[in-house]
């Protein structure tokens, strides 16, 4: 909160966009280029993803010539309604395969 003087009166301020709730952490290690690494996609079910996918994965292989890529059609989609139990089977499940495919880096959610 600030407060900021304006003429004889003082005027107290809050900011709307609020305080970060949550903490950002570094990754233990990042990529520095992701030819000969494998990408998993995974897609939260979000708007459009059916689209924006292919043309994010698409650009990835031209930039990236010898990246693999698995495509979020391999994937459970996770955010699709049902029970929690349901939900958490699906992320166990794309945990797994992502596991036994070695996946080196992870695209999740995607929709615009």
Request: aromatic share 8%.
């Amino acid at each position: 909160m600030a407060i900021e003087e304006v003429g004889p009166a003082m005027y107290e301020v809050l900011s709307p966009l609020g305080e970060p709730t949550v903490e950002t952490v570094a990754a233990p290690h990042s990529l520095s280029d992701l030819n000969g690494k494998t990408i998993c996609a995974v897609w939260n079910g979000g708007f459009r993803g059916q689209v924006a996918f292919p043309v994010i994965l698409e650009l990835l292989r031209k930039r990236y010539p010898d990246v693999r890529v698995i495509p979020y059609t391999e994937f459970p989609i996770t955010n699709e309604r049902g029970s929690t139990g349901d939900l958490l089977e699906k992320v166990d499940r794309a945990v797994a395969l992502a596991r036994q495919w070695g996946c080196d880096a992870m695209i999740t959610g995607m929709g615009f």
